[in-house]
């Protein structure tokens, strides 16, 4: 697929501190995860992303277009910002609707958008009330909302999860699950793992101004070879399965712990996956989880900026 988003040796600086550098990148219709710690520059980059910086080297690309100085793409463009600015004395459905207006709509097109935004986010039954008067949970789906509501080809979303109850989150990682469906083109932003892992296996990694890695999160980790995997299992018999396990040249340490759990690291997890079955059947085993604690973006992001 052509990618949608293009940087090309994107820099960004304030003074002397440096927000972004030389970041290449191509985003492809789907949900990509954007993940890094606070101050890795996600925000920095979301921002030239959708015009509202102008880089200091390089350049942005948004379907094929320049995006800086360019109006005609915001059309096309869903942004939810990291930190709200709301008009606070007006209610969530005036402020969506004055949006709506802003894209060019219609005073009753606009009103039917606002409203079916407002019920994709849960906010119908407080959309009179005054913004000032709502919760942190309520203005976060405020934000998705004003993103979504001109039905946009493109969303960048800063840490759209913040702020969320458990519930809320799970409403909003369904709807941007969704857009995949729709062959839209969604970059999301977090700095904790979970939530992009529950979003997307299509990962960005980026750590002080930089991208260490992207593409497949499994990808990524299985071309870290010097990382042994770590495997956990627990059966009724570990210690028979680590008498076994000790002798075999892709396994470089076992430990069997409490309860049943053996835990193991392994240089070459493909191989110990094919044999385990059969290790499985030749000691008549009862095996009742296996799982591997490492295979997941903590782990990757950890070793990746060398913790």
């Known amino acids: 697929m052509t990618p949608v988003l293009q940087t090309f040796k994107l820099s960004k600086w304030y003074g002397n501190i440096l927000g972004l550098s030389e970041v290449s990148l191509e985003v492809r219709p789907g949900v990509t995860g954007l993940l890094g710690p606070n101050g890795a520059g996600k925000s920095t980059l979301m921002k030239l992303l959708t015009g509202q910086l102008k880089p200091s080297l390089g350049r942005v690309r948004v379907s094929g277009q320049s995006v800086w100085n360019n109006p ?52 119908v039954e407080d959309k009179d009330r005054l ?50 469906a729709g062959n839209k083109t ?30 497949d999160i499994h990808g990524i980790r299985d071309l870290i070879d010097a990382h042994p995997h770590v495997v956990a299992l627990k059966c009724d018999r570990p210690r028979d399965l680590a008498a076994r396990l000790v002798r075999e040249p892709y396994v470089l340490k076992v430990q069997v712990g409490a309860e049943g759990l053996l835990t193991l690291e392994t240089g070459n997890r493909d191989v110990f996956f094919g044999r385990l079955p059969s290790l499985i059947v030749e000691l008549d085993l009862e095996v009742e989880e296996i799982s591997s604690p490492d ?11 060398g913790r």
Not at 148 to 168: K, M, N, R, T, V
Request: glycine letters at 10%; hydrophobic letters at 45%.
């Open 72 to 123: 005609g793409l915001f059309r096309k463009i869903g942004y939810c910002p990291e930190h709200d600015s709301f008009y606070e004395d007006t209610t969530g459905r005036q402020f969506l609707w004055g949006l709506m207006r802003l894209h060019g709509f219609t005073a009753a097109e606009s009103a039917r958008r606002t409203e079916a935004a407002l019920a994709l986010v849960d906010l």
């Open 186 to 215: 969604v970059l999301v932003s977090s700095h904790v793992l979970p939530e992009v892992e529950a979003l997307t296996r299509d990962i960005v990694l980026i750590h002080q101004g930089k991208i260490l890695a992207a593409g």
């Open 295 to 305: 295979d997941n973006l903590q782990a990757v992001f950890d070793y990746l900026v």
């Open 131 to 180: 913004i000032r008067g709502y919760s942190r949970g309520m203005r976060q789906r405020l934000k998705v909302a004003q993103a979504l509501g001109h039905d946009p080809d493109i969303l960048i979303l800063d840490e759209p999860l913040s702020g969320l109850d458990p519930l809320g989150k799970r409403k909003i990682i369904g709807l941007i699950k969704n857009f995949r």
